[in-house]
């Protein structure tokens, strides 16, 4: 394999929990007076830090949200997380089981809280394949995507150069992100057109079809 580390988005990457996250946010922001459809939300906020939902609103209407809004957000996502039954992405544990016997290093870098991040794990079994020190969340640094911070974050803690890095996304701001961080992205396309994944290194649309176009 020609990358020395894989930087996976986690919600929508790893697990299959966008749905459920973009349907929490769109009823809760139409719950406080701004109407937002499920589809407006995959559009506007599908892969972003949580900072992108308070500016967009103050930005569209001159408002601002709740002071507790993150933490109820938070809770109302973790809350269905408990009471649906979350699964990982369709050939997620044969890829980390493909990447181990091959010794290449994995991390998770995700617009999430590390809250979030470990129940989706916990509640999919995926916590089997990730230490802690390999999960980052744009908790960890500055701005989150589409600025570049959190995976030139992460390819430092684990201590590999960017341009020897690969990131694995599905949405259009985690494309930016890696690529303002000099890393080849691969798009993920079972939620998100591919043509909306502008200027990623490749497409794919099964799990199964990433280690050859890693190699």
């Not at 044969?94 to 590390?114: D, K, M, T």
Request: hydrophobic content about 40%.
């Amino acid at each position: 394999m020609r990358y020395e580390l894989v930087i996976f988005d986690n919600d929508g990457v790893l697990v299959d929990s966008e749905p459920i996250s973009n349907t929490v946010l769109a009823d809760y922001l139409t719950e406080l007076g701004h109407p937002t459809s499920y589809e407006e939300s995959l559009r506007d906020y599908m892969g972003a830090a949580i900072h992108r939902v308070h500016d967009l609103v103050e930005e569209r209407t001159g408002q601002k949200l709740p002071s507790d809004f993150d933490e109820e957000l938070h809770r109302r996502t973790l809350t269905v997380f408990q009471q649906e039954r979350l699964a990982p992405v369709n050939g997620v544990d044969e890829l980390l089981g493909e990447l181990v016997a091959e010794g290449i290093a994995y991390c998770v870098a995700s617009s999430g809280s590390h809250q979030k991040i470990a129940a989706g794990h916990r509640n999919t079994g995926l916590d089997q394949w990730f230490e802690e020190e390999w999960i980052f969340s744009a908790e960890d640094v500055g701005q989150g995507k589409p600025a570049p911070d959190l995976f030139l974050h992460a390819a430092e803690r684990m201590g590999v150069a960017p341009e020897r890095c690969v990131v694995i996304e599905d949405s259009p701001l985690g494309v930016e992100a890696a690529r303002a961080a000099g890393m080849d992205v691969y798009g993920f396309t079972s939620m998100m057109p591919a043509d909306r994944l502008v200027g990623v290194t490749g497409h794919f649309s099964d799990m199964s079809q990433l280690p050859k176009l890693l190699a």
